[in-house]
């Protein structure tokens, strides 16, 4: 059973940061691509950034420059570094991986997500 558990949620002044971390189990980390995501209230759910398996990156225009994503496959996890933070940056973000069966099905996982509020 696969699962996805984010953490380091919270409420921050802007300017400030955070780092969030997703722990992933039941699947071969080290070979799945990871992403967070993150929706704000009223908006639809979108891609924060991505790492392939082979740690290639990719962001949102709206973080490049701010935001960080990284992973450590020995502990499982992947890490967001979220830096001058600003209020719309606020959002649950969620963590995210899908597997590609043998039988070509695309099986997507989320995590429960964790609330980012950036707020003086």
């Known amino acids: 059973q696969v699962q996805l558990v984010e953490s380091g949620g919270g409420l921050v002044q802007p300017g400030g940061s955070l780092r969030l971390s997703c722990v992933a189990s039941g699947i071969i980390f080290s070979k799945n691509d990871m992403g967070w995501y993150r929706q704000a209230p009223g908006k639809q759910r979108e891609l924060v950034a991505r790492?392939?398996?082979?740690?290639?990156?990719n962001y949102a225009d709206s973080v490049k420059g701010r935001f960080s994503i990284s992973r450590d496959n020995a502990e499982n996890t992947v890490y967001l570094q979220m830096n001058s933070l600003k209020p719309e940056d606020t959002a649950v973000y969620y963590c995210?991986?899908?597997?590609?069966?043998?039988?070509?099905?695309?099986?997507?996982?989320w995590g429960q997500g964790t609330q980012v509020t950036v707020s003086s």
């Open positions: 995210r991986t899908s597997i590609l069966t043998m039988r070509g099905e695309l099986w997507v996982y």
């Open positions: 790492i392939t398996s082979g740690g290639s990156t």
